[in-house]
Nanobody
Framework: QVQLVESGGGLVQPGGSLRLSCRAP????????MGWYRQSPGKERELVAS???????TYADSVKGRFIISRDNAANTVYLEMNGLKPVDTAVYFC???????????????????WGQGTQVTVSS
């Protein structure tokens, strides 16, 4: 089930840039970690970058220095600025959001893990 709204994928030449955006549903009252994964044909889905609600970031070694992840906590939105794109970056990029939802009037919560539908990023000359 598609649960997140993604945008920003497309076709760019090597060395170009793209900015991906993803918004989590409003029913998640506490979003802890948001991030981006990618998957190419014949390969496993891999973590590209993640960011906690406190601003701590994690990057795959292959994108360090080129990609920047950021978030707007008030809007439950995460961004991925991709610079210096290479053909090996070609993949379907998936947004992910982890958090909690309230399940009863007493305030009890359960953990949730939502995904976007994926957006294609193609880097080619």
């Amino acid at each position: 089930q598609v649960q997140l709204v993604e945008s920003g994928g497309g076709l760019v030449q090597p060395g170009g840039s793209l900015r991906l955006s993803c918004r989590a549903p409003g029913r998640i009252f506490s979003v802890t970690t948001m991030g981006w994964y990618r998957q190419s044909p014949g390969k496993e889905r891999e973590l590209v970058a993640s960011i906690t609600s406190g601003g701590s970031t994690t990057y795959a070694d292959s994108v360090k220095g080129r990609f920047i992840i950021s978030r707007d906590n008030a809007a439950n939105t995460v961004y991925l600025e991709m610079n210096g794109l290479k053909p090996v970056d070609t993949a379907v990029y998936f947004c992910n959001a982890r958090g909690h939802v309230i399940v009863n009037v007493e305030g009890a919560t359960r953990e949730v893990n939502y995904w976007g539908q994926g957006t294609q990023v193609t880097v080619s000359s």
